[in-house]
T-cell receptor, first 112, second 110 residues
């Protein structure tokens, strides 16, 4: 069966510091991968998605970036965090675009 | 108009009752529809999906789709306190990505 991992689970970072969140999927090959952010009491905002290694589509212009160095690895990064970057970051995978998505456990980021 | 709309709730039902959660969408080209449950502080988990008009049942859950009226609903029979959560509707709008509603909070009282 497929499993999706995210780490760290929680993170507290000062404004202006860098960020690296990692997501890995097991049990499947060539998954579509997604990064979402969910602010407190808000809906899911799609940040990036990827259909293959090195292929990244950005949905919202911001100070975040994503990379997919391996088939089942998806990384979310920032060079300088803003207060507004606080939120619950969710990685998800799907067997194809438009199909059901399965979410990882999430990373709760607080920027102070 | 938002692409996917849900009443934020909370929807309060007594234990054992039927909970009815509704979702409307704006894009007539939408092809597939998903319901997720999200407990407080946790990530969303897929409950079920539906592609065709009509009803689809899975245990205590029934998804209903009406493409002509552009709405999809989720019925939860014999509601339990453990069903208390936020329910997210997601729609494949035809651009090959899922668009999520902001969710309806369900409270089931013992």
């Amino acid at each position: 069966s497929q499993t999706i991992h995210q780490w760290p689970a929680t993170l507290v970072q000062p404004v202006g510091s860098p960020l690296s969140l990692e997501c890995t999927v097991e049990g499947t090959s060539n998954p579509n991968l997604y990064w979402y952010r969910q602010a407190a009491g808000r809906g899911l905002q799609l940040l990036f998605y990827s259909v293959g290694i090195g292929q990244i589509s950005s949905e919202v212009p911001q100070n975040l970036s994503a990379s997919r160095p391996q088939d089942r690895q998806f990384i979310l990064s920032s060079k300088k965090l803003l207060l507004s970057d606080s939120g619950f970051y969710l990685c998800a995978w799907s067997p194809g675009l438009g199909y059901e998505q399965f979410f990882g456990p999430g990373t709760r980021l607080t920027v102070l | 108009q938002k692409e996917v709309e849900q009443n934020s709730g909370p929807l309060s039902v007594p234990e054992g009752a039927i909970a009815s959660l509704n979702c409307t969408y704006s894009d007539r080209g939408s092809q597939s529809f998903f319901w997720y449950r999200q407990y407080s502080g946790k990530s969303p988990e897929l409950i079920m999906f539906i592609y065709s008009n009509g009803d689809k049942e899975d245990g205590r859950f029934t998804a209903q789709l009406n493409k002509a009226s552009q709405y999809v609903s989720l019925l939860i029979r014999d509601s339990q306190p453990s069903d208390s959560a936020t329910y997210l509707c997601a729609v494949n709008t035809g651009f090959q990505k899922l668009v999520f509603g902001t969710g309806t909070r369900l409270l089931v009282s013992p």
